[in-house]
């Protein structure tokens, strides 16, 4: 490790990802960002899913102050961060057939909707599947990934393929296999993972392009405002009005 504290170094390579993202994801997060505004314009819904740790950034554009009032969590019991004990089963769920087609039977999932996948890995059986269901019910897919894995790593689906090979729209985290950033002499295993800072950050660029890509239409985009702000809550109550049958998490 060179100089600078450990907090430092954590920020520096933070930084260094975001940069990396916002040079070389550009036309993707571009393209993302259209999806998602063509499917509100054709009265589509909008879904994000990931599971364990990846399940961050999607709740963090679910209900968010800022963020498009469309955007619902796609979730089952066991794969919503660590919301399940023992926690290692959460890992072990991913890595079941099946399990993805049984949460899409029982979601609002329908042709025409946007589905955005998140799985650092993207090696497992229920983000692949996910995916390939997803898109054969007709919805479109946004895969936010790291596609290093994919050369690094062996798919864990019957197929052999990854997130990455099923996606309408595929965004690269740039995460290195592992989600650790720093090594040190007197630590035996890289530590400090940024996989959910430079995930989190992607998806909210994408949701931007798609806030502006509306208003460039003429049309308002659905957002939401903070309850603690004056007025914040009367605002949002109009837009749940207005989209209350393509808001799923106040039902």
Known sequence: MSDGTPADLFLDAAIGLLQRVREEEAEAIATAGTLLADTVVADGRLFAFGAGHSSLPAQDVVYRAGGLALM???????????DVMPATLGSRLERVDGLATAVLDTSPLRPGDALVI????????LPVE???EARRRGAKVIGVTSVAYAGQ???RHSSGTYLKDHCDVVLDSKISVGDAELTLDTIPAPFAPASTVVTSALLQAVL????????????EPPLLRSGNVDGGHEWNARVFAEYADRIFYQH
Do not use: H, Q
Request: no cysteine; aromatic share 0%; glycine share 10%.
């Open 72 to 82: 619902n969590l796609l979730s089952a019991p066991g794969l919503v961060g660590v």
């Open 118 to 125: 998140i799985s650092l890995s993207g090696r497992n059986a």
């Open 130 to 132: 996910m995916a390939v």
């Open 153 to 155: 790593t062996t798919s």
């Open 208 to 219: 931007a392009t798609t806030a502006a890509t509306l208003a460039d239409r003429g049309v």
